[in-house]
């Protein structure tokens, strides 16, 4: 007997044979330009000043110079798209531009993210994008849910309602939309290159892998969160998260779906989730009379527990694990008064007592009772009381971890005066929008960086040199972040450009691929 919720039960089919396979299409897949340069995520530092010190400074400057660097009119952003993209904007990218100005929405041209994941529908002919299913239809700016897809689930009516308001303004389009939180289409590589070549003339080929920085040498910080969620780049990461080490089935053709997320190696076009913007916020609390800890509270998804499964590896098991249990002592790094860098030898015992309150909430879900993985969760992992939002908003430091796809908590915690860790492998909509160490503080996905982030900002054991002022600082910075780039208007402006971006490859003339461009 498995004990699953019937919302989940779709996620479930899990383990062991999609490794290789994984792996095989990210060596073959993602070849690296010949180049001297390669971005992974995580960067090692061995700075005489304390690291975290260098990557606020070097977020802050980042994010003035992307503030900054920002198109003043519309004949520049012409110019900054076709320079970023090699093609020219969509039609009806004039009256995007106009909309999304007199709406105030800011950071213009910061759509790499959204314009990389279109770029290889660019090789499918317009005829193939007619003959797919789909969910949501605008049809003389009116919306409707129409096709196969029409009953997947609640996310088609939150489209139509983050749609509604625009609708008018966006030509008529089928817009199929994947009902669950996770990744779905997921291409070969030989499919992949076929139609990532076709938009692109450059030579590549497969890096030489001596001069590749080895994954868990060193202490390591996340500076780049998209490119540390990258598996090609960092193949531990599948045996780390329960979604990449899964069976679930998937789409193995290049199909033109909607989603809420998206990874390497897989095909989706990611959507803004209007479902975050809604959820309760919760009484908050100046920083000042928050409790000095990291917070977190989660309910056991991110994995199927069976004894097939290595549930035990999973990325919130493992996070229980890491903040409750003793293993003895470790080194940390810390700052002296001037934010030197040093260490300290912390007794994990002490440290996860003085750093974290987090723990698993309810009963298990999502595990098999008959095996005993039901009984081997709850004896072996701290359960705590569920809270809500107010009783999270108590503390300084709140934590953001994935479940069975990317976490839908994000909107809400940023909302906060508190200061928000994320781990996560799933990239959203607004990944090219916000400025980690800026806005809030990335943690890798083996969580080896967690001591080190919470001493610099707790200070040691005994509370000495912590930087209480630097988390207020990216606390405060975060929620004006929520405030003025992540409104209901700018996820619109979002949409309207994804979808501008859809009505071209849906509509140009196969006699003339450029017919739907803006001239």
Known sequence: MYHIPTRRRGYLVFIILGVPILILTCYLTYRQPLSSYYPLGPIHLNLVIHPVISLINNATRAWNLKLE?????????????????????????DR????????NVKLLDEYDYLHNSIKPFFALPPQVFRQRA?????????????GQQANIGPRPNEMIELLKDIAHLLPDMDIPISGEDLPAVSVSARNYEHHIDAVRNSTYGLQDLSSLNRIGVGQSYIHDPVAA??????????????FLSSTQPKVHQFFPLFGFTKL???????????????????TDLSWEEKLNKLFWRGSTTGTFFSAINNWRMSQRTRLVKFSNEPRGN?????????????????DTRELNEKYFDIGFTNTPVQCDINDGSCQAIQNGYVFKPFAEPSTMN???????????????????????KSAILKSTIFPEWYADRV????????????????????????????????????????????QEWTQEYWRMTDMQAYMYLLLLEYSRLLNRDPEDLHSMDYL
């Open 69 to 93: 660097s920002q198109s003043k009119d519309f004949t520049a952003a012409v110019s900054e798209y076709r320079r970023r993209n090699n093609r020219n904007p969509p039609k009806g990218y």
């Open 96 to 103: 995007w531009w106009t909309w999304a100005s007199k709406n």
């Open 134 to 146: 789909s969910a949501v239809s605008i049809r003389n700016g009116q919306l409707s849910l129409s």
């Open 229 to 242: 969620s990258n598996f090609c780049d960092h193949p531990n990461l599948v045996q780390l998260n329960g």
């Open 264 to 282: 390497n190696g897989f095909a989706e076009l990611p959507l803004s989730p209007p479902s975050q913007f809604n959820q309760e916020m919760g």
């Open 330 to 346: 470790v080194t940390v790094r810390k700052t002296d008064s001037q934010d030197n860098l040093e260490y300290f030898e912390g």
């Open 394 to 416: 108590r503390f300084k430091y709140l934590l953001d971890v994935d479940g069975n796809g990317w976490s839908g908590r994000f909107h809400r915690l940023m909302s906060t």
């Open 435 to 478: 400025q980690p160490w800026y806005h809030y503080i990335p943690v890798k996905v083996d969580y080896q960086d967690l001591y080190d982030i919470m001493a610099f900002f707790l200070g040691d054991p005994n509370g000495l040199n912590g930087h209480d002022n630097l988390g207020k600082q990216i606390g405060q910075q975060g």
